[in-house]
């Protein structure tokens, strides 16, 4: 049996490697996904659970072109979290998204992937001055929102839940 490949791009920044989902992440995504800490993005939910979100991931590449990439730390090369674009049913447009794993906060990764995901997007996908869905009680990720220079537009809900809806700045894009 051969593995398909798929065309997403690697991002690299100062520190990361933004890279396509690999069966490998399987097993931290599935020790994130059993914590509370989760229910911010979807969670939690059992391993089950875990492997959809997985698949999910590649098939929004393949139905889409673009989508959600996985964080490395270029050094050790230890994956760390997700970053990028989703849009499915549900969503109102296209949205920048972002989450570590436990141990990877606070080192100031979320921002330089989200920063190179979402520039990546206005870039190649047309897809400039997204929106960012926030949970109420998620303090942290709406500090990385106003640290990318995101503003509160409006209260929203997504899949039923309530949350804020946060505008990111249009950016600059060659020609």
């Given at each position: 049996m051969t593995a398909l490949t798929?065309?997403?791009?690697?991002?690299?920044?100062?520190?990361l490697i933004l890279r396509a989902p690999r069966l490998d992440d399987l097993k931290p995504m599935a020790a994130f996904f059993e914590t509370e800490r989760s229910h911010?993005?979807?969670?939690?939910?059992?391993?089950a659970g875990s492997y959809t979100s997985l698949v999910s991931r590649l098939g929004h590449w393949v139905l889409n072109g673009y989508g959600l990439w996985?964080?490395?730390?270029k050094s050790p090369g230890s994956f760390v979290g997700w970053t990028g674009m989703i849009f499915a049913p549900g969503w109102?447009?296209?949205?920048?998204?972002w989450s570590l794993l436990e141990g990877a906060e606070g080192k100031g990764y979320s921002f330089e992937a989200a920063t190179?995901?979402?520039s990546h997007a206005a870039q190649h996908?047309?897809?400039?001055?997204?929106?960012?869905?926030?949970?109420?009680a998620n303090n942290r990720s709406m500090a990385l929102a106003e640290r990318l220079g995101?503003?509160?537009e409006r209260e929203g809900a997504l899949h039923g839940k309530r949350?804020?809806?946060?505008?990111?700045?249009?950016?600059?894009v060659q020609a």
């Open positions: 798929l065309p997403i791009p690697v991002i690299e920044t100062k520190r911010m993005v979807g969670g939690p939910r059992d391993a996985h964080i490395d730390e109102d447009e296209p949205e920048l998204g190179a995901a979402r996908r047309g897809m400039n001055g997204v929106i960012s869905y926030i949970a109420h995101a503003k509160f949350c804020q809806v946060w505008r990111h700045p249009r950016l600059e």
